[in-house]
């Protein structure tokens, strides 16, 4: 990627962070990293929860929010155009943490 594309993927990280942070359902939610495609059409947006258990229900939520989140994006970020998002568990994390816990 370059220098323009990783600014971008770092500010709409940010700018989701603040918008998800907003949201009182969206309470456990806790944003882990991003990748943004070449034509910057399409975002994953990898996540974890405060609460273990949760994240395929709360998978399905930011999924249903996603065209609202990414109209507010275009709003907060003034850009053109927002990419697609998808969010995803982040199966890495949760299981580095299984990991740690039993050394």
Known sequence: MN???DRLRHELLKELAKLISSEEEL???VL???ELSKDLQNMKIFFTTLSPG???DL???LQA???ELRNKLLKSVKIRSAPNLTFL???DLRHMQNLWQRL
């Open 3 to 5: 220098k323009r594309s």
């Open 27 to 29: 309470s456990q939610v």
């Open 32 to 34: 882990t990293g991003s």
């Open 54 to 56: 949760m994240e395929e």
């Open 59 to 61: 998978a399905r939520k």
């Open 65 to 67: 929010m996603s065209k």
């Open 89 to 91: 568990p982040d199966k």
